[in-house]
């Protein structure tokens, strides 16, 4: 049997902030933007590629914007994918080299923290 993770909430405090730091500026896909009710907002969007998609919105229960850290998301070149972010704006650390793969990191709006990883080459 598959268990596949394919949702992670990510707590905003401004979620039409968010959403365009996520669609405009990294690039994720807006799948879905529903307002059930004066209080309750649901927004998915997932990174390129990707089979794992995040949510933010409003009435949802979740932890204080901006506490979320470790997201990662695996990229084919960590060079050209950093590129890609500065080219949008986004504020993105250097490539750092570690054994375990090459990193970029940023935060969104709120401080949630991601990183882009390529993964190293072993022979």
């Known amino acids: 049997m598959d268990w596949k993770l394919e949702l992670v909430s990510v707590p905003v405090s401004d979620v039409d902030r968010a959403k365009a730091f996520y669609t405009d500026q990294v690039g994720f896909h807006a799948d879905h933007d529903h307002q059930v009710t004066d209080e309750l907002r649901f927004v998915q969007l997932t990174p390129p590629g990707s089979a794992c998609s995040i949510a ?3 009435g949802l229960p979740q932890a204080e914007p901006g ?3 470790g997201l990662q998301i695996v990229v084919a070149d960590v060079a050209a994918a950093r ?3 500065v080219g949008r704006g986004v504020e993105v650390s250097e490539v750092q080299e570690f054994p375990w793969g090459s990193f ?3 935060s969104d709006p709120d401080g949630n923290g991601w990183a882009l990883q390529q993964l190293p080459v072993y022979s």
Do not use: N
């Open 56 to 58: 933010i919105g409003t």
């Open 67 to 69: 506490s979320v850290r």
């Open 83 to 85: 590129a890609e972010l």
């Open 104 to 106: 970029v990191f940023f």
